[in-house]
């Protein structure tokens, strides 16, 4: 659960001190203030942050519940309000539920993202036939998991082409395989999310399964795969 901006500060900052690897907060927010009150609380005190992610698949109270994420000129401004605040490494959270997700990662980078990552949850429903209920309380909800890649590597794909800052990799990742194929889409790097509520070393066992598979195909440096994606020709 979210425990809010001052527990976050007072019990889970201080934890990532002796942390021997880079750290990202992820900020949501349902308004441009209280993104930008988040951030200026964090950035006010001494922490090891490497940078934040930026949630903006939100809904915007102050534009009738408009998600950031879905409008280009929203994805700028908020961007280059937080841009200002931090020189930390800056990255924006794209949402698939979009018409044109590279004009919105092109906003990004346009108002001085250091990269994005692609993609958040996409809308779903579900509904129990015998008691014509909505399973989850709020009736849409986010689908995650292996059932969204496609949808996630054809966004990272597309996003790649049209940007110049790096691309991050989310959804449906769960194998070595899966590794390979946002990377062969053009992405940079990748997260893993669902797979962890399934066992909690995922993402050990996805690394050596991507090791596994860059030994087995002489790949000696990952980036021999981005973007390396090859014609049927």
Known sequence: ?????????????????????????????????????????????PNNLTGYEINISCPNVGKDGMEFGVDCDLTFQLTSELRQLTEKLLIIKLSPNVTDIAAIAQSAEAAGADAVSAINTVVGMSINPVTRKSNVYTKLCGLSGPAIKPIGVASVYQISQSISIPVIGIGGIITGEDVVEYLLAGASAVQVGTANYRH????????????DFCEKNNISDLTELIADLQDDS
């Open 200 to 211: 909690p070393a995922a993402g050990l066992n996805i690394l050596d399964e991507f090791i």
């Open 1 to 45: 659960a979210n425990i809010g901006v001052e527990r976050y500060i007072s019990e889970m900052l201080p934890k990532y001190t002796d942390l021997d690897t880079a750290v990202i907060m992820n900020i949501a927010g349902c308004s441009q203030e209280e993104y930008i009150d988040v951030m200026k609380r964090v950035e006010a005190v």
